[in-house]
């Protein structure tokens, strides 16, 4: 039998279509080398935004980037041939575009192109707390309470908020502990905020008090100063990590941390940068500590009454290596769930 069946002509590529995204977090014009490489090799690369931060280091790099937002259909003809075509999306991406590619797959009644989604920049660890100092310059400005808040105003807030969280470590609720580190890191980026306009505690800061030039006089530091500052103190105080000394065990640590700290802060007194308002247990205990530390013989001062007791006690704790404050805590917790039980009451919601 003879085959008059005539030969199946092959099928004509479909091409590809690269959906590139990349990171406002990162600065414009970084991109990976894949990225810059399907730049150049494709045959369109389209943008519908004509505003878009990468465009004008793709033409500087000499790609032609055609501002064009085709729907799924017209993007898919693109491609015929085996031409390869790059989309630029916004920093929002473009559902319209995905979720049509994604209905044309799903037909079945059309001939799809090879689909990508490559990177060309992505987010490093950190890049989130780009957008919250964004975010937290945008509040300050145009809402009418954080616009008005100060130093001074605001200094309850970070009491408020340290003990919420030392509550919520005590509770072992980890949801708990990442909502309440989010609020203590508010209050430092607040804090870097307002310390950046260089305005005296009090000033309001939609008055126009602080004259152009007059931030560097009254001490104006942004948050890129706090964690440059930060990051100069823990390469200093870790020399056995970023440098040549060697320490083996904890007590190493903490002694190549009281040594640094004692030249950088050239205290007279051991007990000099301890802060008198904090919890009076710990005051003590930490009063215990320096003394301990710094090998000065004193004797505890002795008086009437329960204050003079409970300097023992917290001496005694600290000898010990108990943090008073956290035991004197966890008793109070045991004494409140006793009270509640009492009451017929079960254990509180956490």
Do not use: N
Not at 224 to 240: C, N, T
Not at 318 to 344: F, H, M, N, S
Request: glycine share 10%; net charge negative; proline share 6%.
């Amino acid at each position: 039998m003879t085959d008059h069946s005539q030969p199946t002509a092959p099928a004509e590529p479909t091409g590809r279509i690269v959906l590139l995204t990349t990171s406002h977090r990162v600065a414009p014009g970084v991109l990976s080398w894949p990225a810059w490489q399907i730049l150049h090799a494709a045959d369109r690369v389209l943008c519908a935004d004509p505003g878009h931060p990468q465009l004008p280091y793709l033409r500087e790099a000499g790609v032609a980037v055609e501002h064009a937002a085709p729907d799924a259909h017209a993007l898919v003809e693109a491609c015929a041939g085996g031409r390869t075509v790059v989309v630029l999306p916004g920093g929002e991406g473009d559902q319209r575009l995905t979720d049509g590619l994604a209905r044309l797959a799903g037909s079945g009644r059309v001939s799809m192109p090879d689909l990508e989604l490559l990177p060309g920049s992505y987010d490093l660890p950190g890049a989130r707390l780009l957008d919250l100092v964004q975010v937290m310059d945008r509040v300050r400005r145009e809402c009418p309470w954080t616009s008005r808040q100060t130093h001074r105003g605001l200094a309850k807030y970070a009491i408020e908020e340290a003990y919420e969280l030392v509550e919520a470590i005590e509770d072992g609720d980890r949801q708990e502990l990442r909502e309440e580190l989010g609020d203590v890191l508010l209050q430092v980026v607040f804090h870097a905020r307002i310390a950046e306009e260089g305005l005296p505690d009090g000033a309001d800061a939609q008055d126009g008090d602080a004259q152009d030039g007059d931030e560097e006089a009254l001490g104006a530091f942004s948050i890129d100063d706090v964690a440059g500052a930060l990051v100069e103190k823990l390469i200093h105080r870790h020399p056995h990590v970023f440098g040549d000394a060697e320490a083996e065990t904890p007590e190493d640590v903490h002694a190549h941390w009281q040594r640094t700290k004692a030249v950088e802060k050239r205290r007279e007194s051991v007990t000099d940068g301890i802060p008198v308002g904090q919890p009076g247990l710990a005051l003590a205990a930490k009063l215990a500590g320096r003394a301990r530390a710094g090998a000065v013989a004193v004797e505890l001062p002795r008086g009437e009454g329960i204050g003079y007791e409970l300097l023992e006690l917290a001496a005694r704790a600290e000898a010990e290596g108990v943090d008073p404050e956290t035991a004197l805590r966890a008793a109070a917790r045991a004494y409140r769930d006793a009270i509640r039980a009492a009451e017929g009451l079960g254990a509180p919601a956490r």
